[in-house]
T-cell receptor
Framework: QKEVEQDPGPLSVPEGAIVSLNCTYS??????FMWYRQYSRKGPELLMY????GNKEDGRFTAQVDKSSKYISLFIRDSQPSDSATYLC??????????????FGSGTQLTVLP | DADVTQTPRNRITKTGKRIMLECSQT?????MYWYRQDPGLGLQLIYY???????NKGEISDGYSVSRQAQAKFSLSLESAIPNQTALYFC?????????????FGPGTRLTVL
């Protein structure tokens, strides 16, 4: 079993739809949670970062973390064609004095149709 | 100019050849990473470096080696390339001073081993 599971999709939605992207994880020691967006032929770029349970909002994007269920989500409101990309969840452990190695999900490919 | 650059962007090589992928950054970050990305597997860490004198193996380091020539330069070598090393390779950087270790990715190198 992978430490981080992510539905690979592909997911196709009409413009304006609400999109829900999800990851589950097995290691309860993960404390930091990130969402990266990767456009075709580009490197991943950080979209959102959180380290606590609950919701964090940034414009049309909301990141949700439920540590008791080991489940994280990214919601995209009023989705746009420019949101079409692969979305990767990533998480890391608390560590003192050393780089936090990221464990990535396999990514969900999203297409928003005009 | 891009903050994290990778050369070459595309490379086709033959089994048994030695190949080097290079990464340079102008972000002033102390930490650098090499990942590979395969379809359906997400990003897997090959090696990471906290500073010029520090090199650490990641989860899939076999068949790879690295060199941190300067704070801004981190190269990845395949001593004897094999076809299952065909993948997309990403370099990333992070800044320990921020406390979050958010990683910033380069544009990637697409490597094909025939």
């Amino acid at each position: 079993q992978k430490e981080v599971e992510q539905d690979p999709g592909p997911l196709s939605v009409p413009e304006g739809a609400i999109v829900s992207l999800n990851c589950t994880y097995s290691n309860s020691a993960f404390q930091y949670f990130m969402w990266y967006r990767q456009y075709s032929r580009k490197g991943p770029e950080l979209l959102m970062y959180t380290y606590s349970s609950g919701n964090k909002e940034d414009g049309r994007f909301t990141a949700q973390v439920d540590k008791s269920s080991k489940y994280i989500s990214l919601f995209i409101r009023d989705s746009q064609p420019s949101d079409s990309a692969t979305y990767l969840c990533a998480m890391s452990l608390i560590s003192s004095g050393s780089a936090r190695q990221l464990t990535f999900g396999s990514g969900t490919q999203l297409t928003v149709l005009p | 100019d891009a903050d994290v650059t990778q050369t070459p962007r595309n490379r086709i090589t033959k089994t048994g050849k030695r190949i080097m992928l290079e990464c340079s950054q102008t972000k002033g970050h102390d930490r650098m990473y090499w990942y590979r990305q395969d379809p359906g597997l997400g990003l897997q860490l090959i090696y990471y470096s906290f500073d010029v004198k520090d090199i650490n193996k990641g989860e899939i380091s076999d068949g790879y080696s690295v060199s941190r020539q300067a704070q801004a330069k981190f190269s990845l070598s395949l001593e004897s390339a094999i076809p299952n090393q065909t993948a997309l390779y990403f370099c990333a950087t992070s800044d320990a001073r921020t406390g979050t270790d958010t990683q910033y990715f380069g544009p990637g190198t697409r490597l094909t081993v025939l």
